[in-house]
């Protein structure tokens, strides 16, 4: 069996690759938990991801709300951090968040906006 291209898109949904906003909840223990803002770098049916000025381990439990264009209402959701990574560029991180929870709704709207912006 012939290894595969390592170059070649691993993931199974395409990505919206421009700016959302969005807000994002640690499940951590917190006496004051809060909603921070960040910005989405990519999104897909998957999950995201997104700027923050903190690093998180792998394996955290988030909860967000994604302003995106296509609805009227915020996407709504739960999702587990596989990974923060350095930007290099002061004390911000890249971190990449798959969902664990997101409405069928959700993720059909999200496939089918990927699919206009990678047809466009």
Do not use: C
């Amino acid at each position: 069996m012939e290894a595969g291209d390592p170059n070649q898109e691993k993931r199974k949904s395409k990505r919206i690759q421009r700016p959302f906003t969005a807000r994002v909840q640690l499940r951590t223990p917190s006496l004051f938990p809060s909603w921070d803002i960040v910005t989405v770098q990519n999104l897909s049916a998957d999950g995201m991801l997104f700027s923050y000025d903190k690093q998180i381990p792998p394996g955290t439990v988030l909860d967000f709300k994604i302003n995106f264009p296509m609805t009227n209402q915020p996407i709504d959701g739960t999702g587990k951090v596989i990974r923060a990574e350095s930007m290099g560029q002061g004390p911000y991180y890249s971190v990449a968040t798959y969902f664990t929870h997101i409405t069928q709704t959700e993720r059909e709207l999200i496939n089918e906006s990927a699919d206009e912006f990678y047809s466009g």
